[in-house]
């Protein structure tokens, strides 16, 4: 039976995603060919958490950004400079007026998409984005609630919520068909199982 590491023992972390050695992910990550662009916007105690996914879209999703709210020197959140009239710049975050992003939305857009996604917990999320006006005023969307979450990681998840690697894929599905959905949630999948291994809650 696997059991937890006791608290006193020393975890060797891989440098490239953070795991134990034993249950390094890097050989898993999908080599992914989109042309969608895709901005996480992160609370900066974020990139230090293990609970966090939003660390791996950049591993994952070719040229993906990472800009940070919240930096322990005071750094004022910048992404007015990717807001451009090269992209349809869409906000994938819960509206009551958001359209739910599908195929024939897709067809409406007449230029490459730009996603800016909130990563935090809720409230943080949120208020990355009442505090960005640009955030605030971009166009949002949702993504399908085709499938359950399978995100474990924290406790107090918001109903129907799931985490930004999940919501990222499911977007990307739509957007860039169904096949990149497809590798990237094999592989949060199997994250999540080596995660649970890790804790002592699988063999």
Same mark, same amino acid.
């Given at each position: 039976? @696997? ?50 996914? !939003? ?6 999703? &070719? ?6 709210? !919240? ?36 067809? @409406? ?22 505090? @960005? &006006? ?65 804790? !002592?809650?699988?063999?």
């Amino acid at each position: 039976m @696997t059991r937890r590491a006791p608290k006193h023992s020393k975890v060797i972390r891989c440098m490239g995603c953070r795991m134990a050695l034993e249950v390094c992910m890097c050989a898993l990550l999908p080599k992914l060919k989109v042309n969608t662009s895709v901005v996480v916007v992160m609370q900066y105690g974020e990139f230090r958490n293990m609970s966090n996914t !939003g660390f791996f879209i950049p591993k994952v999703v &070719p040229d993906a950004i990472i800009r940070y709210r !919240g930096h322990i020197n005071q750094i004022p959140l910048q992404v007015d400079d990717l807001v451009t009239d090269e992209f349809e710049n869409l906000l994938l975050f819960p509206h009551d007026s958001a359209p739910v992003l599908t195929q024939d939305l897709c067809k @409406t857009f007449t230029k490459p998409v730009r996603l800016f996604v909130p990563d935090g917990t809720w409230s943080q999320a949120l208020k990355i984005v009442k505090k @960005t &006006p640009v955030l605030k005023e971009m166009r949002r969307v949702v993504v399908p609630m085709d499938a359950p979450s399978l995100y474990h990681l924290r406790r107090n998840q918001r109903e129907g919520g799931m985490c930004t690697f999940e919501a990222i894929s499911r977007a990307l599905g739509v957007l860039e068909g169904s096949e990149v959905r497809v590798q990237m949630d094999a592989f949060f999948k199997e994250l999540m199982r080596r995660i649970r291994v890790l804790q !002592g809650l699988e063999k």
